[in-house]
């Protein structure tokens, strides 16, 4: 015996018509499979007479949102809007109204996740979520089912496509930062106004979700150290190579001594790291569990079709356990400290430009040892009446580097202070 379930969307664009197209291509399978037949009954848009790839039955889509919400047809709302309001208002209202959400709504769930996960538990509908963190890869549902008797100890992730295309591009054609984010305007991968992606913001508010996922543990975008890929340059790219690392923009999200950690930034990774070889728009989500040790996860982070599976695999699952009688649950989350980045160490790869005089390399070193920090390796490019020094540090506090940047720009050999990145991996 099959069960209908109404299904309503808020929002239609790329993500939305590719989730209506799936329900149509995938539903007969969907219903034989899990006697759940799934049925879009409203759709919500801002601009009715907006052309779209998708038709609808007659009274179908409609530019009400609270309309859908409160539909009695509509069993499950998919909220594909986007933004903080007034996506939160009508989740709640779903919520109150005993209906279960699927969203992809990266930026609503990292300001105001504990609320809504919390709302939705007290009313014991399902609130799911795949397709927020990374498109059509499946990450959210195997850390919060499969990994939950283990104990996360880091997610590392390569979230935002576009900065991983501009990257790969550097590294691949020599292209500087601006002439690789202009090309990934071309190809749609970046917006007209890059700035979410490029200053690490959108990984951010990814990396907010993962963490409280991951740790249990109620986590914000303000919680979320945030730091682009604007500074970077084709230097930085063609020593990282020489060296044998490359740079990717992570998002870092690690439990330390019952505290958490969560921050996103560019690192030089070891090419040997499996997080090294993703290129192009590629994402990849890099585990280290205790028990199950380390787990990767890769795909297409971005893209109608690719997100629209992962809300389609929310969809289903919310039909069927509708139709059981049951919801899902996201742990009970905990109040934790989160470690400031201020607080946390890692090697570091600094660029400076330096007058090339006698006596410079010694005044440098010492500006390091006065602050606690060890170099490891220093690597030399001479310029015209200067030089190009690069410095690999043993493990530093982030502080005691800080302190050292600080320093630095204050020397009168010092014409330049370049790229301070973390690297990863080394020791």
């Keep these: 015996m099959r069960d209908s ?27 034989a499979r899990t006697g759940a037949e799934l ?15 998708v038709s609808f039955a007659s009274g179908v889509l409609i530019d009400q949102p609270e309309a859908v919400v409160n539909d ?24 109150a109204a005993g209906k279960s959400v699927v969203t992809g709504n990266k930026e609503l769930l990292a300001a105001a996740g504990p609320e809504l996960f919390d709302a939705a538990a007290k009313a014991e509908v399902d609130l799911l979520f795949e397709a927020a963190v990374a498109g059509g890869i499946p990450l959210i549902r195997p850390l919060r089912e499969s990994l939950a008797g283990d104990r ?21 054609s020599g292209a500087t930062f601006d002439d690789a984010l202009a090309e990934a305007q071309a190809l749609g991968y970046a917006e007209p106004d890059p700035t979410a992606d490029v200053e690490g913001l959108d990984a951010g508010a990814k990396a907010a979700i993962i963490a409280s996922i991951a740790f249990g543990v109620r986590v914000v975008a303000d919680d979320v150290s945030c730091e682009g890929i604007t500074s970077i340059t084709p230097a930085d790219i063609a020593f990282a190579d020489r060296l044998g690392h490359v740079i990717k923009l992570l998002a870092v999200a690690e439990s330390i001594d019952g505290e958490v950690a969560v921050r996103v930034h560019p690192v030089m990774l070891p ?50 356990n509708k139709r059981r009688g049951t919801h899902a649950t996201v742990a009970t989350m905990r109040d934790a400290r989160i470690r400031p980045l201020d607080e946390l160490s890692s090697q570091f790869y600094l660029e400076l430009q330096l007058f090339d005089r006698p006596g410079v390399l010694a005044d440098v070193a010492r500006v390091f040892a006065d602050n606690g920090v060890s170099i490891r390796d220093v690597v030399q490019q001479p310029l015209a009446h200067e030089a190009r020094d690069v410095f690999i540090t043993h493990r530093a506090g982030e502080a005691d580097m800080q302190a050292t940047v600080a320093a630095l720009r204050a020397l009168e050999c010092v014409d330049q202070v370049g790229s301070l990145i973390r690297v990863i991996g080394s020791e």
Excluded: Q, W
């Design 72 to 95: 009695p047809d509509v069993g499950i709302v998919v909220e594909l809007m986007g933004g903080v309001e007034p996506a939160r208002t009508l989740l709640l209202a779903a919520f």
């Design 271 to 320: 090419k040997e790291h499996p997080l090294a070889p993703v290129r192009d728009a590629f994402n990849a989500v890099f585990v280290e569990a205790e028990a199950a040790g380390e787990l990767m996860f890769y795909g297409r982070g971005a893209g109608g079709r690719p997100t629209a599976s992962a809300v389609l695999g929310d969809l289903v699952d919310a039909a069927v």
């Design 39 to 53: 049925r879009v009954v409203r759709v919500a848009v801002r601009d009715l007479a907006k052309a779209r790839p």
């Design 5 to 31: 379930v109404g299904v309503g969307l808020l929002g239609c664009g790329n993500v939305g018509s590719a989730v209506f197209e799936l329900i149509g291509e995938h539903g007969a399978d969907i219903a």
């Design 152 to 172: 996360v100890r880091r997610v590392m992730g390569i979230v935002n496509g576009t900065t991983n295309f501009i990257l790969s591009r550097m590294a691949e």
